[in-house]
Nanobody, 115 residues
Framework: QVQVVESGGGLVQPGGSLRLSCAAS????????MGWYRQAPGKQRELVAAITSGGSTNYADSVKGRFTISRDNAKNTMYLQMNSLEPEDTAVYYCVATTRVANYWGQGTQVTVSS
């Protein structure tokens, strides 16, 4: 079993920055990929960024150049640095940890970009 908990969301003005954290615990040795998804009101959940255990990354086109995903395996923590935030980035952001048998999701953290 793996548990993941997100933190770092909040209210920020357009153009501002936030850093999200995802702390994982449990059977960490089983985790391969990790990622961030988001879901805005009335929309489907979408992939924001993903990172493999080896550090390879993948981003949604809408966040390329603005968001950076990283991972500290020693601390069992993943991060999402979000810069140049736009109102369209407003959503609940979810962390997911992938093992060979299941995906483990956090409860989500709200990010609101508004003036």
């Amino acid at each position: 079993q793996v548990q993941v908990v997100e933190s770092g969301g909040g209210l920020v003005q357009p153009g501002g920055s936030l850093r999200l954290s995802c702390a994982a615990s449990g059977s960490m040795f089983n985790i391969s990929d990790m990622g961030w998804y988001r879901q805005a009101p009335g929309k489907q959940r979408e992939l924001v960024a993903a990172i493999t255990s080896g550090g390879s990354t993948n981003y949604a086109d809408s966040v390329k150049g603005r968001f950076t995903i990283s991972r500290d395996n020693a601390k069992n923590t993943m991060y999402l640095q979000m810069n140049s935030l736009e109102p369209e980035d407003t959503a609940v952001y979810y962390c997911v940890a992938t093992t060979r048998v299941a995906n483990y999701w956090g409860q989500g953290t709200q990010v609101t970009v508004s003036s």
